[in-house]
C-alpha cells in the first residue's frame, strides 16, 4: 500500500462569487502520521480541507483517497465520508441531531450498518471520547468543549482511516486543548491518520509529524517540524512566528549556552532537560 492516504494534484478552485483561492496546489498527505497545516488567515486552509471530503470539487484537478480518483456522486461521496472524517471548527456547523446519542448514531445509521453494530460504534466512540455521560443530554445544552468532544465522536463512530479538524483547539480553554490533543494521539496510535488545520505554532511543533505552510492558496512547503520551523524566511513570509521551545533553544545556542549538534527539543519539557543537563555540568 502507497505511503500517501490522500493526494491533491494540481487543485484550482474559486467560490462562485469570483473569489479565487486554490492555484495549482499539489501535495501528498503520509497515511498514519499527524500533518499540520499552518497558514495566514484567509489563506485557504478551510477550503482545500473541504476539498479532501469532496464537499468542494475543484475547478481543476484532483483529489486520490488510496490512489482512487475522487469522485462526486452521491453513492461515491458517502464511502469516501464514512473513511474521511471531517470535524469543523465551529461544532454548531456540525451538530444538529436532538440527543448526543442520536447524533453519534446519524453516520454509522447513514451507512445502513445494523443496529447492533451501530450501538457498538457510537459506545465505543463515546467511550474513546471520554463522553459518555452526556449521551442523553440534548446537543444544544453542551458546552463548546463538550460540543467538539461530541463532533470527534461523531466522525470515530464510522471508524475512519483519516480524521480532518479544522483549528480543534480555537477557542478552547488548556485544560481542553489537551484533552483533545490526547484524544488525537490515541487515535493516531490506533492507525488513524490525522490532519488539522491550525494556527497554533507551539501546538503543531509539539505535535506533528510533518508540517504544510500553505500561503496564497498553495503549500509553499512541507516537511518536519524542525525543518519548517528553523527556516526564518519561510516564517516571515507566511506570516507565522517560531515555536517558543525552538526559539528559546536557538538563542541559548546562539549565545553559546548550549552546544552545537545537541538533539533539538520539541516539547517544553525536553528543553527544560537539555538546560537542566548543562546548567549542571556549568556548575562543575
Ligand atoms: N463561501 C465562500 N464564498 C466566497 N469566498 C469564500 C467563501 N469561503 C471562504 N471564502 C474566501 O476564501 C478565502 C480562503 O478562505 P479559507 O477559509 O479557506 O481560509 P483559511 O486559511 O482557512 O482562513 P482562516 O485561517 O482565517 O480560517 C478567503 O478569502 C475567504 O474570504
Redesign the pocket.
Known amino acids: 500500500m502507497s505511503v500517501n492516504v490522500l493526494e491533491a494534484q494540481h487543485l484550482y478552485f474559486s ?3 469570483g ?1 479565487i ?1 486554490l492555484r495549482d496546489l499539489s501535495v501528498a498527505i503520509e497515511r498514519g502520521k499527524k500533518t499540520a497545516i499552518l ?12 476539498h479532501l471530503i469532496g464537499t468542494l470539487k475543484p475547478s481543476k484537478g484532483k483529489i486520490f483517497f488510496n490512489q482512487q480518483e475522487v469522485q462526486y456522486s452521491r453513492t461515491s461521496l458517502l464511502a469516501l465520508r464514512s473513511k474521511v472524517g471531517f470535524v469543523f ?1 465551529d461544532p454548531d456547523t456540525q451538530l444538529f441531531s436532538a440527543s448526543v446519542w442520536q447524533e453519534v448514531s446519524f453516520g454509522p445509521l447513514n451507512l445502513g450498518w445494523t443496529e447492533e453494530k451501530v450501538k457498538e460504534m457510537v459506545t465505543k466512540a463515546l467511550r474513546i471520547t471520554d463522553t459518555t455521560h452526556l449521551k442523553d443530554r440534548p446537543t444544544h445544552s453542551l458546552s463548546y468543549g463538550q460540543k467538539k468532544l461530541i463532533s470527534i465522536a461523531d466522525v470515530l463512530a464510522m471508524e475512519p482511516e483519516v480524521i480532518i479538524l ?2 480543534p483547539t480555537a477557542s478552547l480553554d488548556p485544560q481542553y486543548t489537551i484533552h483533545i490533543l490526547n484524544l488525537l494521539n490515541e487515535i493516531n496510535k490506533r492507525g488513524t491518520t490525522v490532519i488539522m ?1 491550525t ?1 497554533d505554532v507551539d501546538m503543531a511543533y509539539a505535535w506533528a509529524d510533518s508540517i504544510m505552510i ?1 500561503k496564497d ?1 498553495i503549500i509553499i512547503k512541507k516537511g518536519n517540524p524542525v525543518e519548517v520551523f528553523l527556516d526564518d524566511e519561510l516564517l516571515n513570509q507566511s506570516s507565522l512566528t517560531k515555536p517558543f521551545v525552538l526559539d528559546i533553544f536557538n538563542k541559548l545556542q546562539l549565545n553559546g549556552y548550549l552546544p552545537e549538534g545537541i538533539t533539538i527539543p520539541r516539547s517544553r519539557q525536553q528543553l527544560f532537560e537539555i538546560i537542566g543537563r548543562y546548567a549542571k555540568n556549568s556548575r562543575l
Open positions: 467560490y462562485p462569487d473569489t483561492v497558514g495566514a488567515n484567509g489563506t485557504g486552509k478551510s477550503t482545500f480541507l473541504l471548527q479544522d483549528e488545520a494556527h500553505m492558496g
